[in-house]
């Protein structure tokens, strides 16, 4: 229940918090014995109790619950010495069954309909916030001035362009059908423009530059004009004459995927590379130019994008796919790295680079994001308003389902993240310095702002709680929708609030409950805030669009990030000649390391960076500026032998994230048509990465995919280094470098890698086994096997056979740890079924951890061979529900999972399969494979 602050005393009260009406009823349950059973609620989040006064009353509701909840089939209560008592599960059931029968929908309940919590006029909701100390909320616009806002940017004299969202989630409610698109609903998104004509800090004048938009998420500013992403299509808007009103309103590209209103693409900002960013989100598409609707599509999947937006509209196309694909939010820190958010997921780093991973197809790569900050049921949060009726009701119901696949975030009403929005890096000037560079995002149902501070992880990030049992804001309004933010020119962030009475997904509420919602009430309202240190006095509008060159350039040193973001976007505008000087002075004299950094691209967006720049920042004192220059030298270094030579001693920098660039550049220069000797040179830079950081997953990942044609010419010179392979960090490397040379299948190539590995000494046992892992799991995937490539009776066959006798015993030991039993269990996958047969279904066993337990499934579902079903199934009624679930998605990866015998047809889980997996078995040709004497099973 909401709070999850259920617990049963000796008088059999039942707790949890609930939002409610005022009143007493008496407990529904249909019984005519229902002394005890009260529901006390005087005012809302008030508590309420189930009292059962005795082993009678119990009783009486545990046989009501029976029926209530007919999926229920453990005991409710068990007797012993000290008397009856209630099993956990029968007092969530109990509580469960008591808010479904309190908060039962009026259709089914023939009472008043659930209880909707009225807006808060804009001087009340300011009364409403909780805020960290030392900060204040600071309204700068509501409606009428604004509604629905979800996106903001501000132009370079002070003009805020705000992106109504007024068709969330829908325009016509009686059209919405669970996966059906949206493709014909009204547009009536808009775009509007914000003025401070008083100079006093708060918005006071509101024109509609452009109206008629569907689903409009993001915006990005260019030459006086600005982009809209507006599902399914990206628009440029201008205005000519001065009138705060649209003139030009050109669509340069489309196809974005109307289906899902909360997996639109969104968020639309501008990266140091002088390209525009956007959150693809998981809608999908097929994007073209829309000047060219016969040219090949991408297509979207889960991936973000960028274009540049010199060739929008001009026949070029400018549009890239890039990794990513989370929801709503998108946003850069100081140095260029990307962040993304997800429902449940408030901070993951885009750290690999989708253009580099598609140079080597065979790389065993899980995700290119990383969850900097814990997500999911281990990160609470802490809202003080209450939750709302119907998301207690819809909590109560999973609950009484008892779904062990369910997370807390949907059997709880309250206290996790269901819904994280907008995640913004903080880089102004406003604030205290400890909060610079912290992440900002909304959990929207949860009305509230929550901080994260980040800090270097390797190449990557960990995010921290940066207030605990608190949040940096909170209120007591249930409407108060916190959906983005923006670090605005004041050097403070600015807090869009959608001011919703419900934000949520049509298609995740029920029928019946929906029923007694209205998901489009607040459409006219908004809220624009600041949140300002308390006293803070806004700065006059800038006037950045009157700036000279110079002047532009010396605010590259500006320590708000809006100043210097849009003094770069202003020089790539204007391309002024006339800044160049000024600009090389400041990358060779400046102290300010960002302001060298802006410098460096925006002679780049000049086409004025010459060699000598480049290696001016290659030798940078700061590592990052170091790093986006070889990342900028890149294209150049075929044709540039001093340039590539730097680029090469990099390899041994001190700072992990320059050899990480340097890993993914160095296979460029590899591929490239540079001199022989260079390219040698570069190949034995990455081994020198590969040795040092080989243990690092990203860095590895780097290294593999620049090692995809020479990954067998690597594993060698590696295998060949007594003292690498002898270290922690040679295993996995190993294994991975095996995995790719096996998935290219390439004779000629594991032929002497197999001899290399014959000759391995003691010493090097510790890589014997992962490279075996490797290249046994990487011949799957070509549809061969070890036996294929590796000649029976050669040294390296005959050490292959020991190995896997060594793991055969290993993995029956009972005594031994885990991890290395686990290990030998993974390199059994790699041999004959014949082989690992029985040790695999002896681990099957109860006795046997569950750790244990799903690595042997893991490893017999690898098997195309019909005895797996039958052994996975043998002690299914025995297993535990999480093992149960990996049975099960064993099953339906079996080819031979289709055609069970009809003699034991009665025996597979097809129910389970049915009630908890989204999956269906199909046919070889794609079609459903339940046959007539699997239906009856299937129930």
Known sequence: MAGNRRRLRR????????????????????????RGATWASPRQGTTAILHAAGNETLAVAGAELAKLCPSHRHPLTSSTARGTTMNRLAQRYLAACFILAMFQPAASRGDEPLPRTPPLEPAAALKSFETRPGFEMQLIAAEPLVTDPVAMVYDENGLAYVAEMSDYPYTDKTTDKPFVERTMDRPIGRVRILEDTDADGDFDRGTIFAEAFSWPTGLALWKGGVFVAATPDIWYLKDTDGDHRADVRQKVFTGFRKFNVQAVMNNLVWGLDHRIYGAGSSNGGQIRPADRPDAKPWLLARNDFRFDPRHCGSGASGFELISGGARFGNTFDDWGNRFICNIRNPVEHVVLPGRYL???????????????????????????????????????????????????????????????????????????????????????????????????????????????????????????????????????????DMYRETIEHPWSIPDDIKAELDLESGRDRGRIYRLAPVGFQPPAPPKLGEASDAELVSQLENPNSWWRETAQRLLFER????????????????KNPLARLHALWSLEGLSALSDDDLALALADAASGVREHAVRIAEPRLPQAPPLAERVIELADDDEIRVRFQVAFTLGELIRSPADEDVRARASVALATIARRDGADLWVRTAVLSSANESAARLLLELLADKDFVMGSEAPPLVRDLATVLGARNKPAEIAPVMEA???????????????????????????????DVVPAGSASAHRIHHLYESAQTLAADSTAASDPRLAAIELLATADFSRSRETLAALLAPREPQSLQMAAIRALSGYADAEVAPLLLKNYSALTPGVRGEVIQALLAQRDACSPPTRSAATWPWRSINRRSSYRPTSAAGRPCFSASVRPAIG
């Open 757 to 787: 590995f014959a000759k391995l000494g003691p010493k090097a046992a510790g890589v014997a086994s992962p490279l075996i892992v490797g290249l046994g799991n990487g011949l799957k995937r070509s549809g061969k096997k070890l036996a």
């Open 358 to 496: 598609a140079r080597n197809p065979y790389l065993p790569v899980v995700s290119a994001l990383h969850d900097a900050a814990e997500s999911g049921d281990a990160l609470p949060v802490y809202r003080i308003s209450p939750p709302e009726a119907w998301r207690v009701v819809r909590a109560a119901r999973m609950v009484a389902e008892a779904n062990p696949a369910t997370p807390r975030s949907e059997t709880n009403a309250e206290g996790y993240f269901t819904s994280s929005s907008g995640l913004t890096i903080y880089r102004g000037a406003a604030y205290p310095r400890e909060f610079y560079g912290n992440a900002l995002l909304g959990e929207v149902a949860g009305n509230l702002v929550h901080r994260q501070v980040l800090s270097p992880d390797g190449v990557t990030f960990r995010a921290g709680r940066g207030d605990d049992h608190t949040e940096f804001v909170r209120s007591r309004d249930n409407w108060f929708r916190p959906v983005n933010y923006v670090n605005a020119p004041d050097g403070t962030l600015h807090i869009l």
């Open 11 to 34: 008088d059999w009260q039942v707790h949890f918090r609930v939002t409610s009406r005022a009143g007493t009823y008496q407990s529904p349950l249909p019984s005519g014995r229902r």
């Open 575 to 590: 391309q002024p000649h006339e800044a160049v000087p000024p600009l090389r002075k400041l990358l060779k004299e400046s």
